[in-house]
């Protein structure tokens, strides 16, 4: 069963960055797409980032231009770079399959702070 573990969160002013991992095992991991997700407080989970075993990215709009997705198949980990944070970025931030894996294969995700 695959599984990720993200990390890399933190508390940030506004207009600053972070960068968040996640491990994933599992061999099928070079194969397959990932995503970012996040959560924030009262609403759904929804994805923000995109990456696919070939590299093509896609985002969503509000994070397009301050957000880069990407992976090293050699180490199962995909990266978040998140610049210019703004408040309405705070969330918890998860990774997973895009789309994603059973309920089950969630992980704790890391939580990300943008206040000043």
């Known amino acids: 069963q695959v599984q990720f573990v993200e990390s890399g969160g933190g508390l940030v002013q506004p207009g600053g960055s972070l960068r968040l991992s996640c491990a994933a095992s599992?061999?099928?991991?070079?194969?397959?797409?990932m995503g970012w997700y996040r959560q924030a407080p009262g609403k759904q989970r929804e994805l923000v980032a995109a990456?696919?075993?070939?590299?093509?990215?896609n985002y969503a709009n509000s994070v397009k231009g301050r957000f880069t997705i990407s992976r090293n198949n050699a180490k199962n980990t995909v990266y978040l770079q998140m610049n210019s944070l703004k408040p309405e970025d705070t969330a918890v931030y998860y990774c997973n399959g895009e789309p994603s894996f059973s309920e089950g294969s969630w992980g704790q995700g890391t939580q990300v702070t943008v206040s000043s």
């Open positions: 990456i696919t075993s070939g590299g093509s990215t």
């Open positions: 599992g061999t099928i991991f070079r194969i397959t797409a």
